[in-house]
C-alpha cells in the first residue's frame, strides 16, 4: 500500500495537466522503479552521511585538495595554446602561456602556428615574475 501511495504522491508532484498524463507517469512508476528511487535515496541520505563516511571524508580531503592543486600546477607547467583574436576578430595567430618548473615565473608569447607538442620556456617572449605580482591569494 505504501508503494502505491509514493506512485501517486510521486506522479501529483510532476503536476500532470490530463487524466492521461497522470496514468502515463504512474506506469513509469512500477513496484520496481520506485524500489530503485527508495535505495537510491536511502544510499544518498544515510550512508554518505553516516559517521565513519564523515570521518573518512574528514581525512581524505586535504590529500584530495593537495593533488587537485599539484594537478593543476602541473598542467600550468605544461603550458597552453589559445587562438589569438585579431581586430577583426580573426583567429589566425595563437597565444601560448606555461609557468615555470619552479612555479615561479609565467612565460607567454605570441606564436605564428599552432605547436606539436611543448613551447621552450625560451622561445617565448614575455615573462611575468610572479614572486614580484600576486594575481591571487595563493601565489
Not at 580573426?90 to 615561479?104: A, E, G, M, V
Request: charged share 30%; glycine share 2%.
Amino acid at each position: 500500500m505504501q508503494v502505491v501511495k509514493e506512485q501517486i504522491m510521486r506522479a501529483l508532484t510532476t503536476k500532470p495537466s490530463s487524466l492521461d498524463q497522470f496514468k502515463s507517469k504512474l506506469q513509469n512508476l512500477s513496484y520496481t522503479e520506485i524500489l530503485k528511487i527508495r535505495q537510491s535515496e536511502r544510499m544518498n541520505q544515510e550512508d554518505f552521511q553516516s559517521r565513519p563516511i564523515l570521518e573518512l571524508k574528514e581525512k581524505i580531503q586535504p590529500e584530495i585538495l593537495e593533488l587537485i592543486k599539484q594537478q593543476r600546477l602541473n598542467r600550468l607547467v605544461e603550458g597552453t595554446c589559445f587562438r589569438k583574436l585579431n581586430s577583426r576578430r580573426r583567429q589566425d595567430k595563437f597565444w601560448y602561456c606555461r609557468l615555470s618548473p619552479n612555479h615561479k615565473v609565467l612565460h607567454y608569447g605570441d606564436l605564428e602556428e599552432s605547436p606539436q607538442g611543448e613551447v621552450p620556456h625560451d622561445s617565448l617572449q614575455d615573462k611575468l615574475d610572479l614572486k614580484t605580482t600576486h594575481c591571487c591569494e595563493w601565489c
